[in-house]
């Protein structure tokens, strides 16, 4: 017998593939892949949570998932309105991994993270639909900085961090990235937020 997150998710994937199929909504097309990107262990990416699903003629959407020191992954957050948000503030605790995913926006959500001991990971970038992950989990490493971007959209980020809070946030426009976080100072990062106009 499967577990019950794995059932839950089979029949959500399933759901919404058939929902998404007629063109109702728009669903992470890799949901379902049992493979955990780079830096993401198995553990984590199994128990990561599920991504809600679109209209297909909703506005562009990010959606974030932090992986937070002595708590795993938390729910995901959307810009619905607002800016996707992913961490904590005021409990001291490092910002690990960001899941990411994108839907309506017609081109590639790009980020990066730099973390303690791996420096900057490489940029990673995926189309709509497609979640991917910057960071780390299962080795204890505290974000320090990240780059947020996308191929044909602007998009705003900032940061919250140890001794510092809220970082200014910023935009850039399409095919650029933009850091907030430290890097250099040894300084976790404890929150990350981004919107995609």
């Known amino acids: 017998m499967q577990p019950k997150t794995t059932l839950v998710r089979r029949v959500a994937i399933y759901l919404t593939t ?5 063109g109702v909504l728009v669903a992470p097309a890799n949901a379902d892949t049992e493979k955990p990107p780079p830096g993401i262990s198995a553990e984590a990416w199994r128990t990561r949570p599920t991504f809600p699903v679109f209209a297909a003629d909703a506005g562009p959407i990010v959606c974030f998932t932090g992986h937070i020191q ?15 948000w992913a961490g904590t503030t005021g409990q ?11 839907a309506n926006t017609g081109g590639a959500t790009c980020a990066e993270a730099h973390g303690q ?3 900057w990971q490489g940029l990673r970038c995926e189309y709509d639909g497609r979640e991917f992950a910057i960071g780390t989990t299962g080795q204890f490493l505290r974000m320090e900085a990240f780059r947020f971007g996308h191929t ?7 940061a919250h961090g140890q001794d ?34």
């Open 117 to 119: 001991d791996y420096g």
């Open 152 to 158: 044909t959209r602007t998009t705003c980020n900032r």
């Open 92 to 102: 001291f605790r490092r910002l690990e991994a960001i899941l990411i995913v994108g």
């Open 70 to 84: 002595d708590y795993g992954w938390q729910a995901v957050d959307c810009n619905d309105g607002d800016w996707a």
């Open 18 to 22: 058939v929902l998404a199929f007629a």
């Open 164 to 197: 510092y809070g809220w970082g200014v946030s910023g935009c850039v426009g399409p095919g650029q990235t933009r850091m907030a976080g430290t890097t250099g100072q040894s300084l976790r990062l404890e929150a990350a937020t981004a919107t995609i106009l």
